[in-house]
């Protein structure tokens, strides 16, 4: 007989559950990081592009989008406002002229910088009641089920 409890892992994962719970955390988490990045003046994706380009220096906008699950047209929007304001930076790759490469700048660092406490804040309330081996543990599953993920996207027709 099937659990009672809706927070209750079900037996089997293949009914989608766990892709409905994912779900849940992002529709759940949008308005707060929505909330925290509008207080400085950007989106939601901007605030992520930069704090991936902290992370991933020199990447292209393709790669971007890619990394962030969306369409290169749609990085491209996001993107061109931080570059106007000097947040992010392109430059030619050295071993391939066509290609530009994206930098955040100290600007875009600073401002990254800036939500910092709020971000940690809004993360600490998310996984509050998780111990240590329980955090290293949701880490560890967290990329591997992002890995997962972007292998879908690449073999996806």
Known sequence: MPSQDPEAAPDLVI??????????????????????????GFTAAQYTALTV???????????????????AQSMAGTIGPLVEQGLISRAPDPDNARRLLLRATPRGRAAVTRLQDEVATLQGRLVEGLDQPQLDALSAALRLLRNNVQDLNTTTP
């Open 53 to 71: 380009l902290l992370s991933r220096p020199g990447i292209t906008s393709s790669e971007l989008a890619r990394r962030s699950f969306v369409r």
């Open 15 to 40: 009914d989608g559950w766990l892709i409905y719970m994912i779900k849940l955390l992002d529709t759940g988490l949008r308005p707060e990081v929505e909330r925290i990045a509008g207080s400085r």
